[in-house]
Every structure is written in structure tokens, then in C-alpha cells.
T-cell receptor, first 114, second 119 residues
């Protein structure tokens, strides 16, 4: 079975600084997707970034980038130039290719301080 | 981007009554829909997966007679909490898998959630 681990329950960062959220996963499969979702106080799940395991290049979306280390089964999220609106719960998620079963980590609560 | 709606957003009911929650994909056809439960400050727990026209597949430990799922069309799935009790109080989130109508990738799109409170 696939598992996703987020070892940082809570983190904080000063506005405009950079923060990295950690995620590790366990699988014996080679084809899969990894995601970071943001859940603000509204509780709406928002896709932040997505990485296909077969791609060596790390995904980037504006201020958000990932460090995908397939051999280490690590998938960290870097948020640059943090903004107050980035305050939210962040969930790392794993999905096997052609499989509907998405697994979520426990989440990291990020607070951006002014 | 793709939009998934849930109705109602918030419901309060008495113990012993049944509550129906609707999940709709508004601008795309969903090949599969999912129902999650989320406790305060916790992660999403998958309850069941449903495909249009077939029976839902429930995760281990989820009572299928308690949480009835109907996937009547490619755009609508419903979750009915039967004979609700206070321990069923939670935040329920649906998601729908399909292709973003703007030409994006096939992925899961999440609804805004429904907060159920059973008195």
C-alpha cells in the first residue's frame, strides 16, 4: 500500500521569505503522480502543483516549486516570496498512474506572518 | 478551470434523520467521483469511489448501508447519511475526476465541502 508522510504538523514563515514543506512517500510502483494541495480556511481544496514521476524536471508554478527526489521518495514544496494569502493547510498527495486511489498526507499548517 | 459544486454547504439535522449531499461537476463529465471525510485539523479520508451507473466501492471500515452513494449520471453523485448520529458530524468533501474543459490534464477536482452537524 502507498503511504504519504508529512513530518511537519505546523510551520511558520515571515512574509516575503522562503519556506520548504517536506513530504515523503512509499511505493513499489514506478509510474505515479504527486501533488501538493492547499486548503485555506474556506476548506476548498486547491491544486498547487503536480509532478509526474517519469519527469526528471522539477515542476514549477510561479512562486511554488518542488524538489522531487524519486530515489529517495521525497517530494518537498518550496514557496518563495511568501504572501499572507499562502496561510493554509498544505497536503501532499500521491496517485498511481491510471488508478483512482489518491492518498493524502496528514498535512502541514503553514502560517505566514506579516 | 473545472468546477465541482456541493449542496448543501452546511446542514444541521436531528439524530436519526437522513441527510443527502449532492456533488455536481458543472462543466465537465466526471468518469469517477470520490467522497472524503475530514475531521477538524485532520487529513482527508477516502470513504468511497463511484463510477456512473455502477455500485460504489467503499474503503475498509466505511459502512455502505450507513453512507449510501448513488452516481446517477456523469455529472452527479449523491451521498446519503442514513439515520445520522452525532458521531457522523464532520466535513464531507467530494471530488470528480475528469478533464479540465480548458484543455488541461485529467485530474481530480474538489468540491467546496459540506459541514454536517448532527444534534
Amino acid at each position: 500500500a502507498q503511504t504519504v508522510t508529512q513530518s511537519q504538523p505546523e510551520m511558520s514563515v515571515q512574509e516575503a521569505e522562503t519556506v520548504t514543506l517536506s513530504c515523503t512517500y512509499d511505493t513499489s510502483e514506478s509510474n505515479y503522480y504527486l501533488f501538493w494541495y492547499k486548503q485555506p480556511p474556506s476548506r476548498q481544496m486547491i491544486l498547487v502543483i503536480r509532478q509526474e514521476a517519469y519527469k526528471q524536471q522539477n515542476a514549477t508554478e510561479n512562486r511554488f516549486s518542488v524538489n522531487f527526489q524519486k530515489a529517495a521518495k521525497s517530494f518537498s514544496l518550496k514557496i518563495s516570496d511568501s504572501q499572507l494569502g499562502d496561510t493554509a493547510m498544505y497536503f501532499c498527495a500521491f496517485n498511481l498512474y491510471n488508478n483512482n486511489d489518491m492518498r493524502f498526507g496528514a498535512g502541514t499548517r503553514l502560517t505566514v506572518k506579516p | 478551470g473545472a468546477v465541482v459544486s456541493q449542496h448543501p454547504s452546511r446542514v444541521i439535522c436531528k439524530s436519526g434523520t437522513s441527510v443527502k449531499i449532492e456533488c455536481r461537476s458543472l462543466d465537465f463529465q466526471a468518469t469517477t467521483m470520490f467522497w472524503y471525510r475530514q475531521f477538524p485539523k485532520k487529513s482527508l479520508m477516502l470513504m468511497a469511489t463511484s463510477n456512473e451507473g455502477s455500485k460504489a466501492t467503499y474503503e475498509q471500515g466505511v459502512e455502505k448501508d450507513k453512507f449510501l452513494i448513488n452516481h446517477a449520471s456523469l455529472t452527479l453523485s449523491t451521498l446519503t447519511v442514513t439515520s445520522a448520529h452525532p458521531e457522523d458530524s464532520s466535513f464531507y468533501i467530494c471530488s470528480a475526476r475528469g478533464r479540465d474543459p480548458s484543455g488541461g490534464l485529467d485530474e481530480q477536482f474538489f468540491g467546496p465541502g459540506t459541514r454536517l452537524t448532527v444534534l
